[in-house]
Nanobody, 126 residues
Framework: QVQLVESGGGLVQPGGSLRLSCAASGLTLDTYAIGWFRQAPGKRREGVACISRSDGSTYYADSVKGRFTAFRDNAKNTAYLEMNSLKPEDTAVYYC???????????????????WGQGTQVTVSS
């Protein structure tokens, strides 16, 4: 049974940091691209980061570029999203997902196909 389990969300003050984890079981993460998405109430799901399968190159949405870093630890079969300088507008439920690749169109990352985690809430507020 394939599972992606996210953790690390929580309440943080503006300017703070969080590290989200996406632990996989039932599959080997390094055979997939890994996408990170978020969805705020009343808004569409947004692809914020993607790590390619082939060479580990990364994509970041303009809204998080320079503040978020996506990486994976193959030995732990876990992917991470390091989030720094958090802003109130980063508040959302964050999801990790496996993907066939990092498909970017007009600067936006779209999910192709794969497994999804259950999501973890990130709230940035003073």
């Amino acid at each position: 049974q394939v599972q992606l389990v996210e953790s690390g969300g929580g309440l943080v003050q503006p300017g703070g940091s969080l590290r989200l984890s996406c632990a996989a079981s039932g599959l080997t993460l390094d055979t997939y691209a890994i996408g990170w998405f978020r969805q705020a109430p009343g808004k569409r799901r947004e692809g914020v980061a993607c790590i390619s399968r082939s060479d580990g190159s990364t994509y970041y949405a303009d809204s998080v570029k320079g503040r978020f870093t996506a990486f994976r630890d193959n030995a732990k079969n876990t992917a991470y999203l390091e989030m720094n300088s958090l802003k109130p507008e980063d508040t959302a439920v964050y999801y990790c997902a496996t993907d066939l690749g990092c498909t970017v169109s007009n600067g936006v990352y779209y999910h192709n196909k794969g497994y999804w985690g259950q999501g973890t809430q990130v709230t940035v507020s003073s």
